[in-house]
C-alpha cells in the first residue's frame, strides 16, 4: 500500500517561510504526477501546486494563482519526496496542506492536475498557520 506522510508545518509569522516535504513509501513510476493541496474548515479542498515530470511532455509544473511567484514545488530523482517551498506567507496561506499522488498521469490533461480527483494516493496532512 502507498503511503504518504507531510511534515514541515507549523506556526509562522506573515511573511515568514515554511517548507514542506512529504515522503512516499515507495516508487511509484515514471509517469507520476504528485500535487499539493490545502483546506480549511468549511471550504473544499483547493489545488495548490502540481508536478510532473515524464513523457511525452517532460518537466511540468503549475500552481494556483493565489500562490505564483510565492511558492515552488519539486521533487527528488528518484520521485520518493515532494517538497513545498513557501515564501512570503500571508494569513490566507493558513490551512492544512496534503501531498497527493497518482501512478500514471501520461494521458492526463496537465491542466487538470490542480484538481483533486485526479490523485488517488493522500497524506494525512500538515498544518501551517499565518499569524498576522
Known amino acids: 500500500e502507498v503511503r504518504l506522510m507531510e511534515s514541515g508545518g507549523g506556526p509562522v509569522q506573515t511573511g515568514g517561510s515554511l517548507r514542506l516535504s512529504c515522503e512516499i513509501s515507495?516508487?511509484?513510476?515514471?509517469?507520476?504526477?504528485m500535487a499539493w493541496f490545502r483546506q480549511v474548515p468549511g471550504k473544499e479542498r483547493e489545488g495548490v501546486s502540481a508536478?510532473?515530470?515524464?513523457?511525452?511532455?517532460?518537466?511540468?509544473?503549475t500552481y494556483a494563482g493565489s500562490v505564483k511567484g510565492r511558492f515552488t514545488i519539486s521533487q527528488d530523482n528518484d520521485k520518493k519526496t515532494l517538497l513545498l517551498e513557501m515564501n512570503t506567507l500571508r494569513p490566507e496561506d493558513t490551512a492544512t496542506y496534503y501531498c497527493?499522488?497518482?501512478?500514471?498521469?501520461?494521458?492526463?490533461?496537465?491542466?487538470?492536475?490542480?484538481?483533486?480527483?485526479?490523485?488517488?494516493?493522500w497524506g494525512q496532512g500538515t498544518q501551517v498557520t499565518v499569524s498576522s
Open positions: 497527493a499522488a497518482n501512478r500514471d498521469c501520461s494521458d492526463r490533461l496537465l491542466s487538470n492536475l490542480l484538481m483533486p480527483g485526479e490523485y488517488n494516493y
Open positions: 515507495e516508487f511509484i513510476g515514471s509517469r507520476s504526477c
Open positions: 508536478i510532473y515530470n515524464g513523457s511525452p511532455t517532460g518537466l511540468y509544473t
